[in-house]
């Protein structure tokens, strides 16, 4: 599975940006979709996961309330609203796949990695 991942730029604090991310071919309706992300000199951490479905999603404590992911259920498009940005949100997001089917926060859960999208948020 190649992942394409889009929608990341250079936004100000307290300003939103929408990233998208679409699989090459449909994912099995078994598997959990999701983000991670990697800042500068940190090590690549969970940002949020929707199951299969659709109807089940995990969020890191540092973006719930911020962030919203989504999916229409079954599909291979996934969606990851991030509003209230800060410049700590700033890193290069990855989009991913999981061998399960929902996206556990764990990076050992994941089967595709996308190249990533660079989010720049300026203060």
């Known amino acids: 599975v190649q992942l394409q991942a889009s929608g990341g730029g250079l936004v100000q604090a307290g300003g939103s940006l929408r990233l998208s991310c679409a699989a090459s071919?449909?994912?099995?309706?078994?598997?959990?979709m999701g983000w991670f992300r990697q800042a500068p000199g940190k090590e690549r951490e969970f940002v949020a996961g929707v199951s299969w479905s659709g109807g089940s999603t995990q969020y890191a404590d540092s973006v719930k309330g911020r962030f919203t992911i989504s999916r229409s259920k079954g599909e291979s498009t996934v969606y990851l609203q991030m509003n209230s940005l800060k410049p700590e949100d700033t890193a290069v997001y990855y989009c991913a796949v999981s061998r399960l089917a929902t996206m556990p926060s764990g990076a050992s859960s994941v089967s595709s990695w996308g190249r990533g999208t660079l989010v720049t948020v300026s203060s």
């Open positions: 071919r449909r994912t099995s309706s078994n598997n959990g």
